[in-house]
């Protein structure tokens, strides 16, 4: 896929605008689910009360992150590979180096979700005619694909924030770097010259 996304540009900001929504529903999804698992869980064994009962609610929480992320998915790899060309104009430091390692796990966790797609996309061709949406036959495998691509939502829902920070590191960067270029420009004014004389 080809990344024409540019920093600071109306799209760049309207999909991370998509993944603060995205992080802002994945953290009340968890939070509904850690609420449910505590009520419906055996505070010793950890083991469910009812397992039916857990599964199918796992399986809704499973269901509701992915379609959380969904306006997200588009363009995940874009953000990621954004924040990677910020970081790039970075000065090396150990905050850098924790948004960097956490970027890499978003890259990760994308290409894992795009692999959990186009896995389902392969069951789902070979499903029977019969296996028709609602039908067990269907619901099971695409609620099993649910389930795989959770962790990796999850992942987005951890590291995410990072890709905030970098932007934010990176229109710091460009605000306080701009002047300097000026200043530096004006006051040696004669190393434009050259450029000027070749036209």
Do not use: C
Not at 31 to 45: K, N
Not at 72 to 82: I, K, R
Not at 158 to 180: C, D, E, K, M, Y
């Amino acid at each position: 896929m080809t990344i024409s996304l540019e920093p600071g540009s109306p799209s760049h900001r309207l999909y991370l605008t998509q993944l603060a929504i995205y992080l802002r529903h994945s953290r009340q999804i968890l939070a509904a689910w850690d609420h449910y698992s505590d009520r419906h869980s055996d505070p010793e064994t950890f083991q469910p009360h009812d397992e039916d009962a857990y599964g199918r609610r796992q399986q809704k929480r499973d269901a509701d992150t992915l379609f959380a992320f969904g306006r997200v998915y588009y363009h995940a790899d874009e953000l990621v590979d954004v924040a990677e060309r910020q970081l790039a104009q970075l000065s090396p430091s150990d905050r850098t180096r924790r948004y960097a390692w956490q970027v890499r796990e978003l890259r990760e966790a994308t290409q894992r979700l795009y692999a959990v797609r186009n896995d389902w996309l392969t069951v789902r061709a070979a499903l029977p005619a019969s296996a028709l949406p609602g039908t067990k036959a269907y619901e099971e495998p695409l609620a099993e694909s649910y389930a795989e691509a959770w962790s990796y939502l999850d992942q987005w829902a951890i590291h995410g924030q990072a890709l905030f920070a970098v932007n934010a590191l990176a229109q710091r960067h460009l605000a306080t770097s701009a002047p300097t270029q000026s200043t530096t420009a004006s006051v040696h004014p004669a190393a434009a010259t050259p450029f000027m004389g070749r036209r």
